[in-house]
């Protein structure tokens, strides 16, 4: 319906604006497949963009980013001990963070948005290698250390053994709390470094930075064929499942269709791609 849709310039942008919730979504993958959800990504991009873009003048981009990752860690295993040692579930764990984290961003701000962030950082973030630009990149290797993880380290074994049954997975001699915290910090990781691609490309950041978060990259994730019930997980369905939702939003935006929308669209997508994933896995176990 709008030609420039499949123009080589744009799907190259779709790609790019998809990387940031993509790496989100691959975090949030990670906690699915165990049995678990996060809901506190967008909060935790938040916290995150707010405290390097205050900081960046005064560190300096090489420490601005190693305190970065290390603080999306520390709020993933904040996440992952409660869910983990104390038992609590997931989703009231993360739906109380995500209010938590939020609020900390406005403390730290008081409410007020950060502007002029180094060129250097931005560079790194968002500029360009070889003509290839920097978030393609850092998501083309972030997709590879996921993958690897998944398919080819016991980490990987345990992630799913734990979300397919944990009490056989425990009698199987599989550590099931350090996996699911394991699996709680990586996401908190990956939020982080999509804060530092996000205020890169931006320029600027907020204490809003990342709201809505959570909704997008659990819809990129059950999209892509992970199953909300844990076991069962695709890290490249995930990104495919980004790109998707990307492609979706661009499109509605040149049809000047209504931007609230897209909201609506989002919901009947996880509403349907949910639906679908209880057909199948009803059917196989029918079998």
Known sequence: ?????????????????????????????????????????????????????????????????????????????????????????????????????????????????????????????????????SPIILLLVVTGLCWLILTNTRLGTYLRAVGTNADAARKSGVRVRPTRLYAFTLCGVLCALAALMLIARVGAAEPITGTGFELTAIAAVVVGGTSLTGGRGSIFGTILGAILLGSIRTGLTLLNVNAYVQYVVTGAIILIAVLVDRFFSRKQAAR
């Open 1 to 133: 319906m709008e030609p420039s849709f499949i123009g080589l310039a744009n799907l190259g942008e779709i790609v790019v604006q998809s990387s940031i919730i993509a790496v989100v979504a691959l975090g949030v993958t990670l906690v699915i497949i165990t049995g678990g959800i996060d809901l506190s990504v967008g909060s935790t991009v938040g916290v995150v963009s707010v405290v390097c873009a205050v900081n960046l003048a005064v560190w300096g981009t090489p420490l601005t980013i190693v305190v970065g990752l290390v603080l999306g860690a520390l709020l993933g295993l904040f996440n992952g001990f409660f869910t983990a040692y104390l038992n609590l579930q997931s989703f009231i764990v993360t739906l109380a963070t995500l209010n938590l984290f939020r609020g900390l961003a406005f403390l730290y701000t008081d409410g007020r948005p950060v502007f002029g962030l180094d060129d250097g950082f931005r560079t790194i973030f968002a500029g360009s290698f070889l003509g290839v630009q």
